[in-house]
């Protein structure tokens, strides 16, 4: 995923959310717009049939760090509901 010339040195070949954590950075600090183009790619992958790989571990940590950021009701409700 290109990003600006100092970060794509610092990042190489990893994957934008296991670098951004790497670096100690938190999710909601990422810009928004290249979080949305990353998670189109991811989105890409799903709709190839590999959801049955494991998750990412740097996947896993973004999902549960958006979900603290929630509100805590809503946060419940989307965890506790039928689906």
Wanted: with cysteine; charged share 30%.
């Amino acid at each position: 995923m290109p990003l600006c010339k100092r970060c794509n040195s610092s990042k190489g070949n990893k994957d934008l959310l296991e670098w951004w954590f790497s670096k100690g950075r938190k999710l909601r600090e990422l810009n928004l717009d290249t979080l949305v183009i990353y998670l189109h790619f991811q989105y890409r992958i799903a709709e190839e049939g590999r959801l049955d790989e494991p998750i990412p571990p740097n996947i896993f940590k973004a999902i549960r760090e958006a979900m603290i950021e929630l509100p805590e009701q809503l946060r419940k409700k989307m965890l506790f509901s039928p689906h």
